[in-house]
């Protein structure tokens, strides 16, 4: 092997951290994304049932699979008092 081919072999690594460096920044930006519609869809879910006064059961369920979803995604806790304000809504047979 030729020294011009072992020059070019030290570009490897370099264009592998750069590419590992664009796949985190777009996994990030994922995150964050899927955290924003999880909050956005919480919120418009607190606010539609709370303006009815309860909320049924189906939309318990969603919304605390939206809550633990968004919480795996390493959320600071934001939504916790949204959540506990939702689940105390009464369910449909409650009202």
């Known amino acids: 092997m030729t020294w011009y081919n ?3 072999l030290l570009g ?3 264009l592998f951290l750069s590419l590992v460096k664009v796949l985190i ?3 990030k930006g994922i995150k964050y994304g899927v955290q924003a519609l999880l ?4 919120i418009d879910d607190y ?3 709370s303006k009815l006064g309860y909320a049924p ?3 318990r ?3 605390e699979n939206c809550w633990k979803q968004y919480h795996s995604l ?3 806790g934001v939504m916790d008092d949204l959540h506990d304000k939702f689940m105390d809504l009464p369910t449909a047979g409650d009202s």
Do not use: K, L, T
């Not at 909050?39 to 919480?42: D, G, N």
């Open 6 to 8: 072992w020059v070019s």
């Open 12 to 14: 490897v690594p370099a």
């Open 25 to 27: 920044n777009q996994i």
């Open 39 to 42: 909050r956005a869809q919480m």
């Open 47 to 49: 606010n539609r049932y």
């Open 57 to 59: 059961i189906y939309a």
């Open 61 to 63: 369920e969603n919304f």
């Open 74 to 76: 390493g959320a600071n």
